[in-house]
């Protein structure tokens, strides 16, 4: 069946790059998320990508996507306080549904 | 501005008791879906309507119920029947002529049994 597998926990310093990473299982997923949930919040779309891409850049964000390992990474550079959020990662797998698999979410510390 | 409302932000209930989370969307989306968020896990998703006045079961809709008579309100009831309902509850919608498929969420609904 269809999975999303993150890491729970990041830990960086301000101005550093972080990368958090995210393996999928279904080879069909037409489009994969990143999204972003502040405490006690909504999530937020942060980027997302198609599937015939490899790579996605917005401005400080940038979207890996590697089909043959089914691997997905969301790299952001010189990272800020700002940034302390959970990030989750999630692929859509039937087209024009809406229905979207989501992973365990990733929770990123930015120390000072 | 257009978004998601849910009400309550908050919501304290007693074993046995039906609560109903509020969800409305002014986004004109055709589609609304209710996920459950607990400690370390991802999303699960509990019910979605792509239609007025048809809605699907997600993977976890035991012991929920949902209704979509208005293309705008999408409501959650936690029945008495659902075994552990303490969790935070999110509301989402999604226009289904966007080829992206990305969704938009509410704030959120955190629910307590005491």
């Known amino acids: 069946g269809e999975d999303v597998e993150q890491s729970l926990f990041l830990s960086v310093r301000e101005g550093d790059s972080s990368v958090i990473n995210c393996t999928y299982t279904?080879?069909?997923?037409?489009?994969l998320y990143w999204y972003k949930q502040e405490p006690g919040a909504g999530l937020q779309l942060l980027t997302y990508i198609f599937s015939n891409m490899d790579m996605k850049q917005d401005q400080r964000l940038t979207v890996l996507l590697n089909k043959k390992d089914k691997h997905l990474s969301l790299r952001i550079a010189d990272t800020q306080t700002g940034d302390s959020a959970i990030y989750f990662c999630?692929?859509?797998?039937?087209?024009?549904?809406?229905?979207?698999?989501f992973g365990q979410g990733t929770t990123l510390q930015v120390k000072p | 501005d257009g978004g998601i409302t849910q009400s309550p932000k908050y919501l304290f209930r007693k074993e046995g008791q039906n609560v109903t989370l509020s969800c409305e969307q002014n986004l004109n989306h055709d589609a609304m879906y209710w996920y459950r968020q607990d400690p370390g896990q991802g999303l699960r998703l509990i019910y979605y309507?792509?239609?007025?006045?048809?809605?699907q079961k997600g993977d976890i809709a035991e012991g929920y119920s949902v209704s979509r008579e208005k293309k705008e309100s999408f409501p959650l009831t936690v029945t008495s029947a659902q075994k552990n309902p303490t969790a935070f509850y999110l509301c989402?919608?999604?226009?289904?002529?966007?080829?992206?498929?990305?969704?938009?969420f509410g704030e959120g609904s955190r629910l307590t049994v005491l």
């Open positions: 989402a919608s999604s226009g289904l002529d966007r080829d992206t498929g990305e969704l938009f």
């Open positions: 309507s792509q239609i007025v006045n048809d809605f």
């Open positions: 999630a692929e859509s797998i039937v087209r024009n549904t809406g229905k979207l698999i």
């Open positions: 279904d080879s069909s997923s037409t489009y």
